[in-house]
């Protein structure tokens, strides 16, 4: 604190004196205090990053992303592009750890437990989703086509909820 003090005394008081012709503590001690919030806040606005240039390039930046998702139309899946999906997120995401559990399941151990539970709702969750594919718009032979592709979908995910129903 003498440091401060005595860095006030040899500097800053000379540049004090002339606004505050009187001598006094209080006008010291009030450009001291005025001095040291600017010097806080100019630290907290730069550690912030808070500038106008900086502001400027965030707005512009936000403008672009909104104009980008603007452009951007989504499409609505096919049918087989739904089942495709479907089938995909089973092969990539369930069917190894279902594999995995397989392997080396005990009844005894709960998270073994958990997982069975944790893959048969997620196995459900496709069933549900395959459901929703409503094929009665589709007319001829794409209505034949995606029928079998989705029976085909089921089975397989039919087939992996049976074998954990075994593992109770």
Same mark, same amino acid.
């Given at each position: 604190m003498n440091c401060i003090i005595d860095f006030y005394r040899a500097n800053l008081k000379p540049l004090v004196a002339q606004y505050a012709p009187d001598d006094s503590e209080v006008s010291s001690?009030?450009?001291?205090?005025?001095?040291?919030?600017?010097? =806080?806040?100019?630290?907290?606005?730069r550690s912030l990053g808070i500038s106008s240039s900086n502001r400027i390039k965030r707005q512009?930046?936000?403008k672009k992303?909104?104009?980008?998702?603007?452009?951007?139309?989504?499409e609505p899946l096919t049918f087989e592009k739904k089942?495709?999906?479907?089938?995909?997120?089973f092969n990539k995401e369930y069917k190894p750890g279902i594999d995995q559990l397989l392997e080396n399941y005990d009844p005894a151990d709960k998270d073994k437990v958990y997982q069975r539970n944790f893959y048969n709702e997620m196995l459900l969750k496709l069933l549900i989703e395959l459901d929703g594919v409503e094929l009665v718009e589709v007319q001829g032979e794409r209505k034949i086509a995606l029928k079998e592709q989705r029976k085909? =979908?089921?089975r397989e995910i039919q087939t992996h909820l049976k074998t954990l129903d075994k593992l109770i």
């Open positions: 001690t009030l450009y001291m205090t005025g001095a040291a919030a600017i010097i =806080v806040t100019a630290i907290i606005w512009q930046a936000k992303d909104s104009k980008h998702k603007k452009d951007v139309k989504l089942i495709d999906n479907v089938r995909l997120r085909g =979908v089921i």
